[in-house]
């Protein structure tokens, strides 16, 4: 079901880079219980004629918030370049006050792994799942109107945030024009990812009932289940750098692509960085 | 005097960006007192055919070390481009146990501010201006060898970097191909200069003895102390934004700008992020 309340969204901070306006502002989270939470948007540079910018959502890693991207990514340029107003949310809730969120990185706070939490006390603040999906968008319309059109609404992301821009994309065919990922956890439910394993035992629960939750929330068991259906998407872009000291351990690209290729899903390789096991 | 003692430098970190290699480096640093510092470069693609790449030092503002430039410019897409080795040093000697430098964000640990400290207890460790000067290129070439030509070597930086920068060039003629800077402190001695005035005061003194030392650490004075000297550089160039909430609190661009003009040195207008004060 789509957010439908009202959102009062303030403006943080706002400056310029290529032309673009690159602001963040905050709103109250319904999804994340009542928690104020802030976001980033660049904006392409505006005229009188120009279109509705179309949305790139992006969702960041293990330990980040609404700013790396924004800080680190140089995205002002493409976004001025490709009219698509680029939006980066935080990567958890902030200030929940649950057992043990800050005391680890890959963990509660920096770490909401885009589920939604079924387990106390999580669930009242740990729903990322449906904050991207439902809330998100509501608050990037409050803040831009006119400029943005939500409805043409893609997704990416970076590890952890390529693995909840994975699931977004794959759990709701029809809502988003593509799907990419940056270095994405592949397959967070298997016995090995342990950064998946950990944060789904947490969140979703860990005995044998609760661990049939866990393939909801993962992109290859995903693609696995939508076998004898026809391809979401007509690709998706998946870059990996084959040297990432994480890449067999915690991502698995190779699961995967082995899944995309039993259902019949293109998967693009990308050689930016070096050679790409996704062919 | 040219540091000339032997530097064994250890190799921290790796790893590849637009073809190039991005390597992070420490060692024991006899200006710093026998401390430990890191610096980074980012390396051109090397070719069996390839040059000696010139060295481009950037040093950094206040409050970063030597990772901001490197994860947060994409310079690596420059560097590539154009052949040149960057090389971003520390803003400060880490660890040095000094009363007071890690109590504010503005001075001690991240403030190192390019000078070479006179009091105690700051004047042990406190050395960057001389440590950029002579220990960092030393340092540079045991480090990348037959890869880079340190003779061949520009300076830029940003804020307190820029300063720095600008200092060094203009205390050693000679030494460096080009200057530039981004948003530099250009008069960091000027009584409205609060980042410069706390750091001078601090690691030079403040009696009216030590107040005729701050001038040679300051663009501005030593600008218009060449008046009647032939201009160091064809053109020096400064880029500012011109809605930074410090341009005329610290940054003081038009005080640099005045003095080139006295003196008859050509400084170069950047219009990146707007308007710019500088003609």
Redesign the interface.
């Known amino acids: 079901m789509a957010e439908t309340r009202a959102i009062d969204v303030t403006e943080v901070s706002r400056?310029?880079?290529f032309g673009c306006d690159v602001v963040r502002f905050s709103f109250i989270s319904h999804r994340l219980g009542g928690l104020e939470t802030k976001f980033h948007v660049i904006l392409p540079p505006s005229s009188d004629d120009a279109r509705p910018a179309p949305v790139l959502i992006y969702l960041s890693g293990l330990t980040c918030d609404d700013t790396n991207i924004i800080?680190?990514?140089?995205a002002a340029r493409a976004v001025a370049a490709h009219n698509i107003c680029l939006v980066a949310p935080d990567t958890s809730p902030r200030g929940a006050g649950a057992p043990g969120e800050d005391d680890s990185w890959d963990f509660g706070t920096g770490a909401g792994f885009y589920v939604d939490a079924v387990t106390e006390p999580y669930k009242r603040h740990y729903c990322m799942y449906s904050f991207v999906r439902d809330e998100l968008p509501v608050a990037v319309s409050a803040a831009l109107g006119e400029r943005v059109d939500v409805a043409r609404c893609s997704i990416t992301g970076h590890s952890m945030g390529g693995h909840g821009a994975l699931v977004a994309a794959l759990r709701s065919p029809g809502k988003y024009r593509s799907v990419s990922a940056f270095s994405p956890i592949c397959h967070p439910s298997a016995p090995g990812c342990g950064w998946g394993v950990k944060c789904f035992g947490l969140y979703l629960g860990d005995d044998a009932e609760a661990r049939k939750t866990w393939a909801g929330y993962d992109a290859t068991e995903l693609m696995l289940a939508r076998h004898g259906m026809p391809a979401v998407f007509p690709s998706i872009l998946i870059d990996v750098?084959t040297?990432d000291t994480f890449l067999e351990s915690q991502l698995m690209p190779s699961h995967f692509q082995d899944a995309c290729a039993k259902v019949g899903q293109a998967v693009c390789e990308s050689l930016a960085?070096?050679r790409s096991p996704l062919r």
């Open positions: 400056s310029k880079a800080q680190k990514a140089g750098g040297s960085g070096g």
